[in-house]
Every structure is written in C-alpha cells, then in structure tokens.
T-cell receptor
Framework: GQQVMQIPQYQHVQEGEDFTTYCNSS?????IQWYKQRPGGHPVFLIQ?????EVKKQKRLTFQFGEAKKNSSLHITATQTTDVGTYFC??????????FGQGTRLTINP | NAGVTQTPKFRVLKTGQSMTLLCAQD?????MYWYRQDPGMGLRLIHY???????AKGEVPDGYNVSRLKKQNFLLGLESAAPSQTSVYFC??????????????FGPGTRLTVL
C-alpha cells in the first residue's frame, strides 16, 4: 500500500489565498517528485527534489524537501484559477521502489 | 515528438471479456509503467518494465498481464475483465530509474468501464 501520507486530501480556497500540501514518509526517500493533474487530464511533472533541506521555486510555487528527507511540501502563493487540479508527490525509496501520495485536490473560488 | 500515447481512449467491456491496452513512447525511454487511478485512491502501480523484454509486478498486478516486446511499446492485458477493473489507466515512461533521470511522462489515459 501507499507509504507516503499526503494531506490534506481536499482543499478549497478563494482565489488569491495561499495553498499548501504536505507529504510525509515513514522512511527516508532518495528523492521526491511533484506532479500536477488537471481535472480530466494526466499527471504532469513539476519538479524533483534530491538534497536534504532543498528548496526550489517556480514562480508562485515553492517546493521543500525536509532535512531528514522524509517529508516535503508544495506551497502556492496567491492562487489563481489555473492552479486548479490535483497535486501529488512521488517518493523514491532506495534504488527502485516508488511510493505515491494520494494527492491533494485543489479547487478555487474565483 | 508525440511523447506517450495510449490506445484506446475509452472502452466499455462486459464482465469476462478480454482486451489489450497499448502504450507507445517515442522518447527512447528504458522504463515504462502501467497505473490505475480510482477516485480517492491516487495512482497505483500495476506492472512496470525496466527494459525491452523485461516486466515486473507492481502494487496491484492481479488480473493483469503485460508485455514489452519492443522498447517503445508496453501492452497491458485484461484476460477476463471484472467490474472491479473499472478505472482510468495511465501509462508512463522514464529515461531510467536513476535518481536524476526518473521523471515520468504520462500518457493521456484510458477510461475503462466493465459492466
């Protein structure tokens, strides 16, 4: 089963509000990737984090990888309607095993 | 580049029927994956392949078979479809399974309904 807990499962915000989703693993991850899936669409790669404590930014999106490499977060500043979708993390345990978060579905009130 | 393509996009089966889903990628990727996505369950790995001629079981392999006869194609078969296999199926590929090159590129999905 899934070994990465992702919270919250759902999040509804007003346009302009911030949004954060969190992934927590019971074991150390080699890397973690974040994907976005628009409603009715397919997952699209956003970013990969590899180093302990790593922080990466993509415009209004900020991604963090915890110091222990067991947790990660995605923060969106000032959400826009184009941010609607499901965001999920994928962690790599060891050399081969991939573990998926269940995803956070973001809806936005314009 | 077409990226990852899946055939068909939609399919309705009756219980007990068989079918094959085709995934094709033109990026010369070594790794290919089949997932199913159900509401509230996220993505679950069915089978995967680390190269031509090799396949391995994922998290939920029962009721499915796969083949990777050509590097660019990964087939998912349902020998006797069951209503529990109603789902959206995604294929994905990655250059390799190594840390820096394991970004997955997903196909558009196949929506399968089993009556």
């Amino acid at each position: 089963g899934q070994q990465v807990m992702q919270i919250p499962q759902y999040q509804h915000v007003q346009e302009g509000e911030d949004f954060t989703t969190y992934c927590n693993s019971s074991t150390t991850l080699s890397n973690i990737q974040w994907y976005k899936q628009r409603p009715g669409g397919h997952p699209v790669f956003l970013i990969q984090l590899v180093k302990s404590g790593e922080v990466k930014k993509q415009k209004r999106l900020t991604f963090q990888f915890g110091e222990a490499k067991k947790n990660s977060s995605l923060h969106i500043t000032a959400t826009q309607t184009t941010d609607v979708g499901t965001y999920f993390c994928v962690g790599r345990q060891g050399a081969q095993k991939l573990v998926f978060g269940q995803g956070t579905r973001l809806t936005i009130n314009p | 580049n077409a990226g990852v393509t899946q055939t068909p996009k939609f399919r309705v089966l009756k219980t007990g029927q068989s079918m094959t889903l085709l995934c094709a990628q033109d990026m010369n990727h070594e790794y290919m994956y089949w997932y199913r996505q159900d509401p509230g369950m996220g993505l679950r790995l069915i089978h995967y392949s680390v190269g031509e001629g090799t396949t391995a079981k994922g998290e939920v392999p029962d009721g499915y078979n796969v083949s990777r006869l050509k590097k660019q194609n990964f087939l998912l078969g349902l020998e006797s479809a069951a209503p529990s296999q109603t789902s959206v199926y995604f294929c994905a590929s990655s250059y390799s399974g190594q840390l820096s090159t394991d970004t997955q590129y997903f196909g558009p999905g196949t929506r399968l309904t089993v009556l």
